[in-house]
C-alpha cells in the first residue's frame, strides 16, 4: 500500500524532520497541534494541521482518540508518532491498527516485550546475548535478592523494569544500604512507571553508552546500521552523541550488531529501532534495553550510513522489503550530535526557556540543523526545553569536532541559555578528543567555572598593553591641561588647596 498522506503524531523539530522526509517521497503531511503550538513551524509546514487541545501534553498530544479521529478526519492512511509522547505506548498502536490506519512503527508486542527490560533481558538470554551478571526476574523476596547482591558483588545497581531516564535506579554501595535504597527504588518506580517492579544489576563504575541502528522489513529481514557513542550525558539523558564510536574495533562492531540483530528477530521487530549496550573498560558489551522507535540521535547514522531512516520506515510501513543487504552497508567519515536544550548548565542544566530574541543557525559544509524554532518564537514550558539538534559531518572524527566547534559558534540564540556552550567544553577536552570518556564525563570534568571564557597569554599581554597606553594618554592630557591653565600668581600648591 503505498502512502499519499501521513499524519504526524508529534510536535517541533522531529515533526518538521519527518514531513521533509515525507515531501521529498511526494507524500502530503498532517500536522497536530496544541494551543501552545498554534504558531509552531510543524504546523506552517505540513499540507493541513488540526488542533487537538490545550497546551498539557496529557489534554492533547497524548491522548490517543484525538490523534485518530484528525487522522480519519483528514484522510491520512497513516501515522508517524516521532519519538517521545505516544511512540511506544503499545495501546496507541493497537488503537491505530483497529480503526484500519497503519502505524509507522513496530507491532504493539514488540513495543510490550521491549518496553519491559525484563521481558527484553529474557528474550536476549535465548540468544545467549550478554547481559550485565545480576538477577533477569523482577525481585520479590528481599532476603533473596540480598543473597544475589552478595553474589553479583557491591556495589550494585538496583533498577525499575519499565521506563527509563534514570527513575527507579539506585545505587548500593554496601550492604547495609540494600533495604533502604530497595524501598526507594520500587516507590519511585511506581510513582513514575504505574509499574514497582525492579531488578539488580553489577553497577559498572566506568562505562560507555554504545548502541546499535536496527531496521527490520515485514520479510523478515533485518540489518544493522553501525553504532552511536551516547556516552556524554547529564542525569542519564544523552546531550552529546557521534557515529562511530571512536572505540569500537571491526571485530567488536560486527559482535555488536550481530546481537542487535538477533534482539530484534527475538521480538518479530519491524521498522526502525535501537538496540542498546553497556561496555565496560575493557570493551566487554552488556545488552541493556531496546527502545522500539526512532532515536533523537538518528541523524549521525544517517550521515555515515547515506541511509535516510524516516524513508525507510515509511517505505517498511508500506509493506517494501528492504532495498539493500547488510553487505551493502559501509561507514562513510564521522558524524556528530549535539542537542540544543533550552537549559543552563551553568545552574545545574535547569530550564531556562524565553522568547527567542535572536536565533541565527549556523550554515556551511558538512553542518545539518534539525529544529522546529524560528526567531521572535516563544518556547513553551509544556514540553520537552530541545530548540535543536546540530550535526556535523567529516571525513575523519577530528573534523567533525572541529567542524562543530565552528558550527556552535555560528549558532546566535539570544533570549534564553542553551546547552551550546557545554557541548563546546566538551568538543575541546582531551578526555572527549582523545576517545578516552565514559558516562561520568560531566562528574569528572564539569563545573560550570569551565563556561568562564579563558584568557590566553597573549590576550593578557594585549590588555596590558592596552591598559599602559591608556594611562599614558591619560597622563598626557593631565600635563596637557596643567600647563595651559593659568596660575594667576597663586603656586600650584595653594592652588591644590583650593
Known amino acids: 500500500m503505498k502512502f499519499t498522506k501521513i499524519l504526524i503524531a508529534n510536535r517541533g523539530e522531529i515533526a518538521v524532520r519527518i514531513m521533509r522526509s515525507a515531501r521529498e517521497m511526494g507524500i502530503k503531511t498532517v500536522a497536530v497541534y496544541s494551543e501552545a503550538d498554534r504558531n509552531a513551524l510543524h504546523v506552517r509546514y505540513a499540507d493541513e494541521a488540526v488542533f487537538i487541545g490545550p497546551a498539557p501534553s496529557s489534554q492533547s498530544y497524548l491522548v490517543i482518540d484525538k490523534i485518530i479521529d484528525a487522522a480519519l478526519r483528514t484522510g491520512a492512511q497513516a501515522i508517524h508518532p516521532g519519538y517521545g509522547f505516544l511512540s511506544e505506548n503499545a495501546a496507541f498502536a493497537r488503537a491505530v491498527k483497529q480503526q484500519g490506519l497503519v502505524l509507522i512503527g513496530p507491532s504493539p508486542e514488540s513495543m510490550e516485550m521491549m518496553g519491559s527490560k525484563l521481558a527484553a533481558k529474557a528474550a536476549a538470554k535465548q540468544y545467549n546475548i550478554p547481559l550485565v551478571p545480576g538477577t533477569d526476574y523482577a525481585i520479590s523476596d528481599i532476603a533473596a535478592a540480598r543473597k544475589v547482591a552478595r553474589e553479583v558483588g557491591f556495589p550494585i545497581l538496583i533498577k525499575a523494569s519499565a521506563g527509563g531516564g534514570g527513575k527507579g535506579m539506585r545505587i548500593v554501595e554496601q550492604e547495609d544500604q540494600f533495604d533502604e535504597m ?83 528477530k527475538a521480538c518479530n521487530y519491524v521498522g526502525a529501532g535501537t538496540v542498546e549496550f553497556l561496555m565496560d573498560e575493557k570493551l566487554n558489551f552488556y545488552f541493556l534495553e531496546m527502545n522500539t522507535r526512532l532515536q533523537v540521535e538518528h541523524p549521525v547514522t544517517e550521515l555515515i550510513s547515506g541511509i535516510d531512516l524516516v524513508k525507510e520506515q515509511i517505505k517498511i510501513a508500506e509493506g517494501e522489503p528492504l532495498s539493500f543487504r547488510q553487505e551493502d552497508l559501509k561507514i562513510n567519515g564521522h558524524a556528530m550530535e549535539v542537542r540544543v536544550y533550552a537549559e543552563d548548565p551553568a545552574n545545574n542544566f535547569l530550564p531556562d526557556i ?103 597569554a597573549d590576550e593578557m599581554e594585549v590588555a596590558a598593553l592596552m591598559v599602559g597606553h591608556l594611562q599614558t594618554a591619560d597622563n598626557k592630557s593631565a600635563n596637557s591641561r596643567l600647563s595651559s591653565t593659568p596660575n594667576q600668581g597663586f603656586s600650584a600648591w595653594k592652588t591644590n588647596r583650593s
Open 354 to 456: 524565553g522568547n527567542l530574541k535572536r536565533y541565527v543557525r549556523p550554515q556551511g559544509a558538512g553542518v545539518r540543523v534539525d529544529d522546529g524554532f524560528e526567531e521572535g518564537m516563544d518556547i513553551p514550558i509544556y514540553y520537552d526545553p530541545m530548540i535543536a539538534k546540530l550535526i556535523t559531518w567529516g571525513k575523519d572524527r577530528q573534523e567533525a569536532i572541529d567542524r562543530m566547534i565552528r558550527a556552535i559558534d555560528e549558532y546566535k540564540i539570544v533570549g534564553c541559555e542553551t546547552t551550546l556552550p557545554f557541548c563546546r567544553f566538551v568538543m575541546k577536552h582531551e578526555a572527549f578528543t582523545s576517545g578516552q570518556f565514559d558516562t561520568n564525563f560531566v562528574k569528572h570534568y564539569f563545573t560550570p567555572e569551565k563556561l568562564k571564557p579563558e584568557v590566553t
Open 182 to 264: 530497595l524501598e526507594r527504588a520500587v516507590s519511585e518506580a511506581t510513582s513514575a512507571f504505574g509499574d514497582g517492579s525492579v531488578f539488580i544489576e553489577r553497577y559498572v563504575g566506568s562505562p560507555r553508552h554504545v548502541e546499535i541502528q536496527v531496521l527490520g522489513d515485514t520479510h523478515g529481514n533485518v540489518v544493522y546500521l553501525f553504532e552511536r557513542e551516547c556516552s556524554i550525558q547529564r542525569r542519564h539523558q544523552k546531550v552529546v552523541e557521534e557515529a562511530p564510536s571512536s572505540i569500537l574495533t571491526p571485530e567488536i562492531r560486527a559482535k555488536m550488531g550481530e546481537c542487535a540483530v538477533l534482539v530484534a
